[in-house]
């Protein structure tokens, strides 16, 4: 266990560094720049990319900002927040998005897996066709189109929720629900896939003549062994809803993050772009790990690396 943690922890250390090459690089092929616009003065241009150190050769700025990164400094942002170092700009704002996050994945957990649980016992009734629809409904409509029509349902026809900016409960409700639908449904929809397969198993039909409830059966022996494909699904959920939704967070004005990672790349606010891809990056790549650690709590038969 701890020899496969290492390695995959060696992995991701090693995924990350190539995440942070490929940005700095990629970004710098990107036309425009922070500084550039029709009435701005070449003389005052020149003066700010060497305040920033964008006057020096590419390798040089590369190797400098490993550099700087390497002692947790990722330097200031030019554009979206003018002189304030980009960690505090992450500092300030992902809080916001992790708290509107952290309630979509309760509420897509805690009720997508025993939705599913439920349609598998429902297999080929009313109910079971009417979830199927739903759950296709839902994970086929891109978030955006989900996120207006809520506003437009509940905040412009119906005027019962605010539909911009966090300033009472009510402006929680559509964010976190704009957030928790896709993943809701798409939980839902992989636990019934996987325990449709386990209910047909030989343990599953011995559980039944013993007389245990349905009940047992499903939550504490078919959905134990139906859970490892939702597992994997989870890691980069996850990661994706607690570091917030972008289409989210610019539609309701939240000010969170993900709204920060937009404005940064239309600003061409190359430090702020490079901290909140870091930043991003890292979360999702250590969710993959923990993720992968968890199989073997989740199910204990299971051998990780070369523990076999």
């Known amino acids: 266990m701890f020899r496969y943690a290492l390695r995959r922890l060696i992995t991701s250390v090693v995924t990350l560094f190539l995440v942070i090459t490929l940005t700095f690089f990629l970004m710098q092929t990107v036309p425009g720049g922070p500084f550039l616009g029709e009435n701005v003065n070449p003389e005052i241009t020149a003066r700010l ?6 006057d020096q050769p590419l390798l040089t700025q590369y190797v400098n900002y490993l550099k700087d990164l390497f002692v947790g400094d990722m330097g ?13 700009v992450i500092a300030s704002h992902f809080p916001i998005s992790f708290q509107i996050g952290m309630i ?4 897509a957990v805690f009720v997508g897996i025993p939705l599913g649980v439920f349609a598998s016992m429902k297999h080929g009734s ?12 839902f994970v086929s409509v891109p978030s955006f189109i989900m996120t207006i029509a809520l ?3 509940f905040g412009v026809w119906l ?8 300033e009472s409960w009510k402006s929680y409700i559509m964010p976190v629900f704009g ?3 896709y993943p809701m449904f798409n939980l839902a929809r992989l636990t019934r896939t996987t325990m449709l397969d386990v209910i047909g198993q030989d343990y599953i039909k011995t559980a039944r003549a013993k007389g245990l409830s349905t009940f047992k059966i499903m939550f504490k022996h078919a959905l134990r062994n139906a859970i490892i494909p939702v597992v994997t699904a989870l890691g980069p959920m996850i990661a994706g809803i607690l570091t917030g939704s972008f289409v989210v967070e610019k539609v309701f004005a939240i000010n969170g993050i993900g709204k920060y990672f937009i404005s940064s790349i239309s600003a061409r606010d190359y430090p702020l772009i490079m901290g909140t891809t870091i930043f991003l990056a890292s979360f999702i790549i250590i969710m993959n790990l923990l993720v992968d650690i968890l199989y073997k709590v989740v199910d204990p038969r299971i051998t990780l690396g070369k523990e076999s």
Do not use: C, H, N, Q
């Not at 200031?76 to 505090?88: A, I, Y």
């Not at 979509?104 to 509420?107: F, G, N, P, V």
């Not at 009313?126 to 409904?137: A, C, Y």
């Open 49 to 54: 990319l060497a305040k920033y150190g964008y």
């Open 76 to 88: 200031v942002s030019m554009v979206v927040k003018s002189g304030e170092p980009v960690t505090s």
């Open 104 to 107: 979509a994945l309760l509420i």
């Open 126 to 137: 009313i109910f079971d066709r009417v979830f199927i629809f739903l759950s296709s409904l």
């Open 151 to 153: 506003m437009l349902i």
């Open 159 to 166: 005027k019962t929720l605010p539909i911009a900016y966090l």
């Open 179 to 181: 957030m928790a639908i």
